[in-house]
């Protein structure tokens, strides 16, 4: 039977990072993929690498500064993958949010940056305005202009576990975790490739299998409570309109959601959406209201599509990802995205990773590989993952 320091249950973004993080601080790693890896949440996100404006809306402080000081390193460390883009936020007369809220707003945006390059904003001129291409003028009060970052959130996930791969991590996909049975020093892990059974003893187990981590939970013996979750869908259209030259923040002319109009390989992506699931079986699909939901968005700001049903017709695309957030009163849109790493005194080999956002993947990889040290005792370490660069 083979033996591992880290078994790492899921290839997202999360499961990426912390395979790259433990490898590089010398632990041998092994990780298990059911599909193929960055296929699931990690290729359907919003492509940001944000600091996450409307999270100060919540006071989610400590979130925001720690997404702006991942954002810089990510931007130092994958300039291929990861790409400042302005950012655009129109203030119309009946904005929910007024123009010196959102003055506030950035100026603690810039201050919690620490005054980064990207850190600074500006206001618009009027005679500016009409420069976004389509844009609704009718009420238009003020445009102020940012700055975050995009990527492509599958290939920065690939670049992740190749860093990895390269640091010794074993990666394995199309697998089926079957059984975790935690002893007191270690996990007996049995999953099945290619119809071949294998068993595998590991020191800690790691569960990053995001909206499927409960799932995961079920296979441990003795049994481990599951996590108190909700799963919440997100979805995007991707519309046969050119891209804007920036990213739009506009708020829903619905309620008081923000959406994102984007830039995607020379169309425009529309998202997203947030919807309460029940249950996760298969592929997750976007529901005809959330369709309706973005179209009817784009059509109040875009005036040139008043008809949605021809706006309708230029959708190319749909797709869906789904996050895991803390089972709490209040609407999904105000509650944390703070990750969770979820532990048992009953289980001490065994973590859960809850949540989280793409921008800080590389904090919740480092916090993971700090309980493992906790565990094992540290290594000797091969690399440093913040002199790594990501290809």
């Known amino acids: 039977m083979d033996s591992v320091d880290i078994l790492i249950i899921g290839g997202g973004i999360n499961g990426a990072g912390i395979a790259q993080c433990a490898s590089a601080a010398g632990y041998s790693v092994v990780l298990l993929e ?7 949440t990690s290729a359907n996100s919003s492509k940001l690498i944000h600091g996450g404006l409307r999270y100060l809306e919540s006071g989610q402080l400590s979130l925001v500064k720690q997404s702006l000081i991942e954002r810089r390193t990510l931007l130092r460390l994958a300039p291929d993958l ?24 950035l100026s603690a945006y810039s201050l919690l940056s620490e005054f980064d390059r990207l850190g600074r904003f500006r206001s618009l001129p009027p005679e500016q305005w009409s420069q976004i291409a389509g844009l609704k003028l009718k009420g238009l009060e003020a ?11 599958r290939a920065l996930t690939q670049a992740v576990i190749r860093s990895a791969e390269s640091l010794g991590a074993k990666i394995l996909t199309q697998v089926e975790c079957n059984t975790i049975v935690h002893k007191p020093n270690a996990c007996e892990v049995k999953y099945s490739q290619k119809g071949e059974r294998v068993t595998l003893t590991a020191a800690c187990v790691i569960n990053a299998a995001g909206p499927w981590v409960n799932q995961v939970s079920e296979l441990v013996q003795p049994p481990v409570p599951n996590a108190s979750i909700e799963l919440v869908q997100g979805s995007h259209l991707l519309l046969d309109i050119p891209g804007p030259d920036g990213i739009l923040y506009l708020e829903s002319c619905f309620d008081e959601r923000v959406i994102f109009v984007m830039p995607w390989k020379g169309k425009t992506l529309l998202g997203t959406t947030e919807v309460t699931l029940e249950h996760l079986e298969g592929k997750p699909k976007m529901t005809r209201e959330e369709r309706y939901y973005l179209l009817g968005i784009y059509c109040h700001y875009f005036p ?17 990802g789904v996050r895991v ?3 709490t009163s209040g609407s999904a849109f105000e509650r944390s995205r703070e990750v969770l790493l979820q532990k048992s005194m009953t289980h001490p080999r065994l973590m859960t990773v809850l949540g989280g956002k793409l921008t800080t993947f590389r904090a919740t990889s480092k916090e993971a590989v700090d309980w493992v040290k906790l565990q094992l005792g540290e290594r000797e370490s091969i690399a440093n993952i913040d002199k790594l660069p990501l290809y």
């Open 304 to 320: 040139q599509y008043e008809n949605i049903e021809v706006l309708d017709a230029q959708v190319l695309q749909t797709f869906c």
């Open 325 to 327: 957030l803390p089972k």
């Open 34 to 40: 059911k599909d193929e890896i960055g296929q699931q």
């Open 143 to 153: 445009v102020f202009q940012y700055w975050d970052a995009q990527t492509d959130d």
């Open 82 to 105: 990861v790409k400042a883009t302005p950012f655009y936020i129109p203030i119309y007369q009946d904005s929910k949010r007024s123009q010196w809220a959102i003055r506030a707003g």
